[in-house]
């Protein structure tokens, strides 16, 4: 019943479900829990940044930030039409679906149409790809880019005269790597495709002119953000854990999904599809599923800049290397049960004669039954459900964690949410206010409603009209100056910054601990999780 369906939605094009199906499941997973009532830190910069005019995020890229500059111009139209949660996050569900659709139609050229359809459900099911469908980030999109890119780069391969395609693969790599610019290490997988697949020299021309526009695209970008490298200090050379760690990101946490992923990739790459040439599947997906990460990490060691969110778009040859080996495990199988039913009917046939007669005709028989086509398995069909199936048990397998990707909770400390309501029940209209770091603003830029009413003490030019994320703050002396003419302030901080251990680089930040250690006393505190809310009171003088 389901696979006369199948049928007739696809209406006679197998290769049109095979991409749909896909395209409709990433898209319920992406929409499952979407607006779940918190922004963590890197959306809330979204939020606030894509609500500035254009010329003020200009401005902004000027100093930080310019590695997603494209991204947040694409937003600002987007939540001028709402801005919140919901439409935040929602060209990100989109990117996930494209990419989901671009898997499919790999597995779908590359080998046949159900390797496309399990590739792009399982593509779909991953938790990596459900998370970062439902982040206002831009990784999403990158991932729908580069398989976009792909697919782009087999069909350009593939034809004689490929002008056109060649220059669409061109511009979908410059417009993806603009979003992101470590999407040009997908640039150094498709050569290792090239390579794999042997193909001729025009070929490799091609795609040289078409990766050194993209290339030149790029170039600014990449000048200006080497300038604004301190964004990325933050991260760590990877360690002995970061391959296992992006291995289960690739195939899903749960062993009972992981181990028998892995098997069905081994079983995809197999020397024998690659040692002699061609566009297989194992050739594009593989150096896509495994260079950028590779190389990333290499490069780390000595210049960090790896990051999962950063090579998201490698996931996409996972699943199908992952399909392309249940297709071969479903030929062997088939195979093996065809040689069964060879080797039974033959031996049924000599075994009915008597004689040296009978034994002949016997074996003329057997000749007869080895030049007669290979029976038709058991149903194409039921082998495809089989594999939809399993896929549906792996979501299942996945779903508590999925579950809880979907929480507030989820970010912790990042919720920003749960900041700005504890800063709600706290606060009061023109209460005098410190954020301890200067960073801690974003709660207040994200979630105004908790911090109705209350005065930045040390805000000297909000970002909007500064060029900066949160706002240039006054000097020390200035601040020392507005500090002195209050009695009470309220200090928003996150946790680190009220321990003594803690020197603050920045002297402004330097004096809000100094002042209100000196000359001021802890008189309230709310904690919650990721940040502290402290009321101070200006000390008494002694009676003298």
Same mark, same amino acid.
């Given at each position: 019943?389901?696979?006369?369906?199948?049928?007739?939605?696809?209406?006679?094009?197998?290769?049109?479900?095979?991409?749909?199906?896909?395209?409709?499941?990433?898209?319920?997973?992406?929409?499952?829990?979407?607006?779940?009532?918190?922004?963590?830190?890197?959306?809330?910069?979204?939020?606030?940044?894509?609500?500035?005019?254009?010329?003020?995020?200009?401005?902004?890229?000027?100093?930080?930030?310019?590695?997603?500059?494209?991204?947040?111009?694409?937003?600002?139209?987007?939540?001028?039409?709402?801005?919140?949660?919901?439409?935040?996050?929602?060209?990100?569900?989109?990117?996930?679906?494209?990419?989901?659709?671009?898997?499919?139609?790999?597995?779908?050229?590359?080998?046949?149409?159900?390797?496309?359809?399990?590739?792009?459900?399982?593509?779909?099911?991953?938790?990596?790809a459900g998370h970062y469908a439902q982040e206002g980030r831009s990784y999403a999109l990158v991932a729908a880019g580069?398989?976009?890119?792909?697919?782009?780069?087999?069909?350009?391969?593939?034809?004689?005269?490929?002008?056109?395609?060649?220059?669409?693969?061109?511009?979908?790599?410059?417009?993806?790597?603009?979003?992101?610019?470590?999407?040009?290490?997908?640039?150094?997988?498709?050569?290792?495709?090239?390579?794999?697949?042997?193909?001729?020299?025009?070929?490799? &021309?091609?795609? $040289?002119? @078409?990766?050194?526009?993209? *290339? %030149?695209?790029? =170039?600014? +970008?990449?000048? #200006? /953000? !080497?300038?604004?490298?301190?964004?990325?200090?933050?991260?760590?050379?990877?360690?002995?854990?970061?391959?296992?760690?992006?291995?289960?990101?690739?195939?899903?946490?749960?062993?009972?999904?992981?181990?028998?992923?892995?098997?069905?990739?081994?079983?995809?790459?197999?020397?024998?599809?690659?040692?002699?040439?061609?566009? &297989?599947?194992? $050739?594009? @997906?593989?150096?896509?599923? *495994? %260079?950028?990460? =590779?190389? +990333?990490?290499? #490069? /780390? !060691?000595?210049?960090?800049?790896?990051?999962?969110?950063?090579?998201?778009?490698?996931?996409?040859?996972?699943?199908?290397?992952?399909?392309?080996?249940?297709?071969?495990?479903?030929?062997?199988?088939?195979?093996?049960?065809?040689?069964?039913?060879?080797?039974?009917?033959?031996?049924?046939?000599?075994?009915?004669?008597?004689?040296?007669?009978?034994?002949?005709?016997?074996?003329?028989?057997?000749?007869?039954?080895?030049?007669?086509?290979?029976? !038709?398995?058991?149903?194409?069909?039921?082998?495809?459900?089989?594999?939809?199936?399993?896929?549906?048990?792996?979501?299942?397998?996945?779903?508590?964690?999925?579950?809880?990707?979907?929480?507030?909770?989820?970010?912790?400390?990042?919720?920003?949410?749960?900041?700005?309501?504890?800063?709600?029940?706290?606060?009061?209209?023109?209460?005098?206010?410190?954020?301890?770091?200067?960073?801690?603003?974003?709660?207040?830029?994200?979630?105004?409603r908790g911090f109705c009413g209350v005065r930045d003490v040390a805000l000297r030019v909000p970002g909007p009209l500064?060029?900066?994320?949160?706002?240039?703050?006054?000097?020390?002396?200035?601040?020392?100056?507005?500090?002195?003419?209050?009695?009470?302030?309220?200090?928003?901080?996150?946790?680190?910054?009220?321990?003594?251990?803690?020197?603050?680089?920045?002297?402004?930040?330097?004096?809000?601990?100094?002042?209100?250690?000196?000359?001021?006393?802890?008189?309230?505190?709310?904690?919650?999780?990721?940040?502290?809310?402290?009321?101070?009171?200006?000390?008494?003088?002694?009676?003298?």
């Amino acid at each position: 019943m389901v696979g006369a369906w199948l049928r007739r939605v696809g209406g006679g094009h197998p290769e049109a479900v095979a991409v749909l199906l896909p395209v409709l499941v990433m898209t319920a997973v992406g929409l499952w829990g979407l607006d779940r009532g918190g922004m963590w830190r890197d959306e809330a910069v979204t939020f606030q940044v894509a609500q500035r005019s254009v010329p003020q995020i200009w401005h902004l890229l000027h100093t930080v930030d310019a590695v997603h500059g494209l991204y947040y111009l694409l937003m600002h139209p987007v939540l001028a039409v709402h801005p919140g949660e919901f439409v935040l996050r929602l060209p990100s569900v989109c990117g996930a679906a494209a990419a989901a659709a671009g898997v499919a139609a790999l597995g779908v050229r590359l080998c046949r149409p159900r390797v496309g359809l399990w590739a792009g459900l399982l593509y779909a099911v991953t938790p990596m790809a459900g998370h970062y469908a439902q982040e206002g980030r831009s990784y999403a999109l990158v991932a729908a880019g580069a398989a976009g890119a792909t697919l782009l780069l087999v069909r350009a391969a593939r034809t004689r005269r490929a002008g056109g395609w060649w220059a669409a693969y061109g511009g979908t790599v410059a417009v993806t790597c603009l979003l992101h610019e470590l999407a040009a290490l997908a640039l150094l997988a498709h050569a290792g495709t090239l390579a794999l697949a042997r193909v001729p020299a025009r070929v490799w &021309s091609r795609w $040289a002119c @078409a990766a050194g526009a993209a *290339v %030149v695209a790029l =170039a600014p +970008l990449v000048l #200006v /953000s !080497r300038g604004q490298s301190a964004q990325v200090a933050w991260l760590t050379p990877p360690g002995p854990g970061s391959v296992g760690r992006l291995l289960g990101a690739f195939t899903g946490p749960a062993l009972p999904v992981a181990v028998p992923y892995l098997l069905l990739v081994t079983l995809a790459v197999r020397p024998s599809r690659l040692r002699y040439g061609g566009l &297989s599947l194992p $050739a594009v @997906a593989l150096p896509l599923t *495994v %260079v950028p990460p =590779a190389v +990333l990490m290499t #490069v /780390s !060691r000595a210049w960090p800049l790896y990051d999962e969110r950063y090579v998201l778009y490698s996931l996409a040859g996972a699943p199908l290397l992952a399909a392309a080996g249940a297709e071969r495990a479903a030929a062997l199988i088939a195979g093996a049960r065809a040689g069964a039913w060879v080797r039974s009917r033959a031996r049924g046939r000599a075994d009915a004669g008597l004689g040296s007669r009978s034994a002949t005709r016997g074996a003329r028989l057997l000749g007869g039954v080895r030049r007669r086509p290979r029976p !038709r398995p058991a149903g194409a069909t039921a082998v495809t459900l089989t594999g939809v199936l399993t896929v549906a048990l792996a979501f299942a397998v996945q779903l508590p964690l999925m579950r809880r990707d979907r929480t507030p909770e989820h970010h912790g400390a990042d919720n920003l949410a749960a900041v700005s309501a504890a800063a709600r029940r706290a606060l009061r209209p023109g209460d005098p206010v410190l954020y301890l770091p200067s960073i801690v603003r974003r709660s207040a830029l994200a979630y105004p409603r908790g911090f109705c009413g209350v005065r930045d003490v040390a805000l000297r030019v909000p970002g909007p009209l500064s060029g900066t994320l949160y706002g240039q703050e006054a000097g020390p002396e200035e601040l020392r100056r507005r500090l002195d003419r209050l009695d009470r302030v309220w200090m928003v901080a996150e946790p680190f910054a009220l321990s003594p251990s803690w020197y603050p680089h920045s002297a402004t930040e330097r004096v809000k601990l100094a002042v209100v250690d000196e000359e001021f006393v802890p008189r309230e505190q709310v904690v919650r999780e990721g940040v502290t809310l402290r009321l101070y009171v200006r000390r008494t003088s002694p009676a003298g």
